[in-house]
């Protein structure tokens, strides 16, 4: 352990660690499987990220988010995408009020959905980008303008999204900037044979599972606060900037198959992504620094959804995950 960290830091990352635990084993309850999922959810959490989860219909990932929501005591809004959603039904909107007694009128502002501290944007793809777009100040900055005012959202600030990767009829392509706006991207697998038969027995019964809180706001703050006191070595840091770094066709230090198959590379959030889900990855294992090891674990999730393959790519069947398995198996 670094000689610098404090003592209650040391404490604070035993509670993290059980604390961990605890919340796997409350979304146990009702999710069956799905622990790499779980796994990567806490972390983007204590990152102060946001993730989007992609899978078919069918795999419980709006369960997953709602049975995370009600493990800790956090408010919780879903948002249902829909083509003929408009900004104002995600932020809010303002509204006459009429004075009865004195017959005057004034402008009161009616707090959208956004104003929770975890967010389900469920099938995100369903809304036109300008819809999408009244998510990018909240993400960013966890705050909201309307009408010149800017409004901060309460802390912690969480953004869940889901979308169907098969379904294309009716769905509008997330921008590269909303894209680059999540932390993770998350693939959800289709469930074992053993998990899915768990998965009818529990589901197909009479009993109903109930989920207890873990953690409250304070706390989750305190561990993300503990997630950035976390040192990263200079070595682990040059690691994951070059990691994102050569994923950019345009750097000298790029592969001849990233200038051949990538069209646009990870931007500097990458770098930062990395670096925090490595701190968080060590922080539930126990451990208060974070290795190359670490970096590689959230690799995938972190780069997957901001590269953009070229026309030679595609034409080779070349996608972004075999792109950055090669280039993380070249840089170990």
Wanted: glycine share 6%; hydrophobic share 40%; charged share 25%.
């Amino acid at each position: 352990m670094p000689e610098n960290i404090k003592t209650d830091d040391v404490e604070l990352l035993e509670s993290l660690a059980s604390s961990y635990m605890k919340i796997k084993d409350e979304i146990a309850k009702t999710i069956v499987g799905q622990d790499d999922v779980v796994e990567k959810l806490i972390i983007t959490l204590l990152c102060r990220g946001h993730c989007l989860l992609v899978g078919v219909p069918g795999l419980a990932k709006t369960l997953m988010i709602s049975t995370l929501a009600r493990a800790i005591d956090l408010s919780f809004s879903r948002i249902q995408f829909t083509p003929d959603l408009m900004p104002s039904d995600i932020v809010g909107t303002e509204v006459i009020e009429e004075d009865t007694q004195t017959g005057r009128r004034n402008f009161r502002f009616v707090k959208g959905p956004v104003f929770a501290n975890i967010i389900l944007a469920d099938e995100i793809n369903r809304t036109p980008p300008k819809t999408q777009s009244a998510l990018l100040e909240a993400m960013q900055e966890h705050a909201v303008t309307v009408q010149g005012k800017t409004m901060h959202l309460e802390e912690p600030f969480f953004v869940l999204a889901t979308q169907n990767p098969i379904e294309h009829e009716g769905t509008y392509p997330l921008p590269e900037a909303q894209l680059d706006r999540f932390m993770f991207n998350l693939w959800i697998d289709y469930p074992s044979q053993e998990e899915e038969v768990k998965i009818v027995m529990r589901t197909t019964g009479e009993e109903l599972s109930i989920t207890d809180k873990v953690l409250n706001s304070g706390e989750i703050i305190a561990l993300q606060n503990l997630v950035r006191r976390v040192p990263a070595s200079d070595e682990v840091v040059s690691y994951a900037v070059e990691l994102a770094r050569k994923t950019r066709p345009e750097e000298e230090m790029a592969p001849g198959y990233i200038r051949e198959w990538v069209k646009w590379g990870a931007g500097p959030r990458a770098s930062q992504y990395l670096i925090l889900g490595a701190k968080a990855k060590a922080a539930i294992d126990g451990r208060f620094v974070p290795s190359r090891d670490d970096v590689r674990s959230v690799a995938m999730l972190v780069l997957r959804h901001r590269l953009v393959t070229t026309f030679a790519a595609e034409a080779e069947g070349v996608s972004a995950p075999d792109i950055i398995n090669r280039l993380t198996g070249d840089l170990r």
